[in-house]
């Protein structure tokens, strides 16, 4: 298994997302969702190379949908970085 980390940008989207969650479909569909995006993260560590680059978006970036999100993320040396994870919370 190849690793990932969440940037404190991504974890304060994830925040967002889960609230949002919680507002309109309650507590057990909130952390339903955010276990499927970190299952989303492992598989995108696992082979980032599978999902498109996103370069006239931001340099270096490359994009995987989960539902209404997007999940931004960099291919590091050591680590897929997950960048942010822009969805319907940014509405």
């Known amino acids: 298994m190849a690793n990932y980390k969440v940037s404190p940008e991504a974890e304060n989207d994830l925040y967002l997302i889960?609230?949002?969650g919680l507002e309109h479909w309650g507590?057990?569909?909130?952390?339903?969702?955010i276990s499927d995006?970190?299952?989303r993260f492992q598989r995108i560590a696992d082979n980032p190379r599978?999902?498109?680059?996103?370069?006239?978006?931001?340099?270096g970036y490359r994009r995987?949908?989960?539902?209404?999100?997007?999940?931004y993320f960099q291919d590091a040396h050591d680590a897929v970085e997950i960048m942010a994870?822009?969805?319907k919370q940014n509405y």
């Open 18 to 20: 889960w609230l949002y």
């Open 27 to 33: 507590l057990n569909a909130a952390d339903s969702y």
């Open 37 to 39: 995006l970190f299952v």
């Open 50 to 59: 599978q999902f498109p680059d996103v370069e006239d978006i931001r340099t």
């Open 64 to 71: 995987c949908a989960l539902g209404k999100e997007s999940i």
């Open 85 to 87: 994870v822009i969805g």
